[in-house]
């Protein structure tokens, strides 16, 4: 998470030289080293920490898990995620906030660095609910105030919302780097559904009723043709965006999207 697009991968690089023996492995940058398979320790530091905000969508349908693990919702896969992004960030020595969007409310840690800034987001993670729908664009108008241009935005959401996806493209283009992860069930990748079936928008309340087997093509392809939609829009602002189902592996969408080689390319 160290290098910006005003920096570039370039300076990344000159600030490192290759491994010597005598090095002490803890300077090893394993970033680095995914990227070129080659190993690089620090020569010098950075001429000011990265600021890190974590924004996570706790909109009710992040409440969403699947059948076959219904103790694991897509606000849990969020908070995990989260966890391990206050990790990197505090071991880097940069400063972190967080942000959860719920009930129509904002709720704020505000930034700063070292282990205790880490134990409050810890809580506020902890405390944090699904709850109504997103903010109104009106009440998003903190976020301006506090996310500088320069910072780097990890957005944690299942994108359902236009307005979460609007925020996150006024950000991008508003000189905030912003990164998106999108969580989502292994149910809406593979619409496992027989028979009858009540459908629910757990924001909204509407409901469907619908024969899982006839709807299941149709509706795979209008969510798969929206997904793409999605990708195409938030690529056109540079946002990277990676999607994770809640089946798959923890830490996947982080190495996706801070250890491949495609990320050094794209900040040059």
Not at 35 to 59: C, G, H, K, N, Q
Not at 76 to 95: F, N, T, W
Not at 175 to 191: K, Q, T
Request: with cysteine; charged share 35%; net charge negative.
């Amino acid at each position: 998470m160290h290098s910006s697009r005003s920096r570039g991968a370039g300076l990344e690089f000159a600030q490192y030289r290759g491994y010597e023996p005598g090095d002490e492995p803890r300077r090893i940058d394993w970033k680095l080293y995914a990227r070129s398979d080659r190993y690089f320790v620090r020569e010098a530091e950075r001429d000011s920490p990265l600021t890190v905000w974590i924004v996570i969508d706790a909109s009710a349908s992040m409440a969403q898990a699947d059948r076959s693990r219904a103790d694991y919702s897509k606000l849990d896969a969020a908070r995990l995620l989260a966890a391990c992004v206050i990790e990197l960030a505090l071991r880097q020595g940069d400063r972190f906030g967080l942000v959860g969007l719920s009930g129509s409310e904002l709720h704020f840690v505000a930034d700063a660095a070292g282990a205790r800034q880490r134990d409050r987001c810890m809580l506020e993670l902890e405390r944090m609910r699904c709850a109504g729908e997103l903010p109104e664009a009106a009440q998003l108008r903190p976020l301006w105030e506090r996310i500088r241009p320069g910072a780097l935005v990890v957005l944690l959401s299942d994108d359902f919302d236009e307005r979460l996806v609007e925020l996150a493209t006024r950000l991008a283009v508003a000189r905030r780097e912003v990164v998106s992860i999108g969580l989502l069930s292994a149910e809406e990748r593979d619409f496992p559904f027989h028979g009858g079936h009540r459908f629910r928008d757990p924001e909204t309340g509407a409901e469907l009723l619908a024969d899982g087997d006839r709807a299941r093509n149709d509706f795979l392809e209008r969510f798969s043709a929206a997904r793409d939609s999605l990708a195409k829009r938030f690529a056109a602002v540079g946002i990277a965006h990676v999607e994770h189902h809640l089946d798959r592996e923890p830490d996947e969408p982080l190495r996706r999207l801070f250890g491949a080689p495609q990320r050094a390319a794209e900040r040059q």
